[in-house]
């Protein structure tokens, strides 16, 4: 940070005299060209000194939010956003039903729930058409009967993310999602994670 | 400070061009104060015309190789 203000603390000095003799001895354009030069000069510097800075900053920010993240995927502190908006027809029974059925029209966007990475995009007969997001530590989210995707496997997403559109694929009947959470493997409740 | 001073504004660098501005300034008014004491005021012109026609083409050098630096930079070339 010092070494940035020295910098163009001294870049500003130097075109401030060229300025002044410049304008002294009535050569006003070259003069104009000077300033040109400095603020230019200026920016560059600016850029090349606080870039450090601003990485290291950077870097600590995505370490606290990599711990936040960490902390809520262990404790579930419903945190994760709905991945559709429209109405819980069906809830969370561990032995018949191993997620949630949100009713909404065909073409309706999906949205993921939360940051991680596309693992599985693919045809399933129960299923239909399904995403499969990998959130770490074990955690993933799963989403289907959907009528279309807008994701590949490998891409990642953050929470928000439109990743596909609600449909009526699959052993279903109707048009819905059905959305399911899974811990090392195993459906939990998906409303202990949801908002 | 001399470091510094080197590093920004020595032959090869940018900022090496504030001075070669001075210098094309200064150099261009003890001409034309010479030519025009000789009375020779179209030289003077001429001069000044000159200078000021050499220093856009030093800045314009300078600019692309300042943007050069700059489009390096934002994409992490740096």
Redesign the interface.
Known sequence: MAKWI??VL??GV??FV?YV??IA???K???N??I???V??A???T??DL?PVIEKWSARIDSLQNTAENISNITGNKSWTMPMKGEITQNFKSKDHHGLDIAGVVGMPVEATRKGQVTRVEWNDIYGNMIVIDHGNGLESLYGHLSGSSVKVGWPVIAGTKIGLCGNTGNSFGSHLHFEIRKNGTCIDPMYYLK | MGE??KQ??GPSS??F???L??M???G??LGEMITTAIGKGQISAMIRTG??FS??LA?VS??WK?LT??FN?TQGK?
């Open positions: 020295f910098d001294f870049t130097v075109s060229a003799i410049l001895i009535e050569r354009q070259i003069a060209l000077v040109m030069v400095a230019m000069m920016l560059l510097v850029m090349q870039t | 510094a001073a920004a504004f940018p900022g061009v504030i001075i501005l001075v094309l300034g200064v261009s008014y200078t000021l220093a856009i800045v300078v600019v300042l630096i700059f930079f740096m």
